[in-house]
Nanobody, 115 residues
Framework: QVHVVESGGGLVQAGGSLRLSCTTS????????MGWYRQAPGKQRELVAI???????NYADSVKGRFTIARDNAKNTVYLQMNSLKPEDTAVYYC?????????WGQGTQVTVSS
């Protein structure tokens, strides 16, 4: 059974930083593309950042230069370092393991950025 668990969310002031973690089990982590997505109230879920099995990252334009995705295959964990946070970054952040149709999602972690 696949488990995907996010952690690290919280409340932060604008300009601050947070680091999200996503730990998985039940999959061959090193072979999976991993991604962070977010969903703000009343909006569709959107891609934030992905990292390939080989470690190549890609980012949404809205977070380029501020967020960094990284993976630690030894720990089956992917991270999202978020700097220079803005109120518009407020959302539930979800971790996705793998790609459709063989993907699994976590339950999400809330990130709230106050102005």
């Amino acid at each position: 059974q696949v488990h995907v668990v996010e952690s690290g969310g919280g409340l932060v002031q604008a300009g601050g930083s947070l680091r999200l973690s996503c730990t998985t089990s039940g999959i061959i982590f090193s072979s999976r593309t991993m991604g962070w997505y977010r969903q703000a109230p009343g909006k569709q879920r959107e891609l934030v950042a992905i990292i390939s099995s080989g470690g190549t990252p890609n980012y949404a334009d809205s977070v380029k230069g501020r967020f960094t995705i990284a993976r630690d295959n030894a720990k089956n964990t992917v991270y999202l370092q978020m700097n220079s946070l803005k109120p518009e970054d407020t959302a539930v952040y979800y971790c996705r393991a793998g790609s459709y149709p063989f993907d699994s999602w976590g339950q999400g972690t809330q990130v709230t950025v106050s102005s």
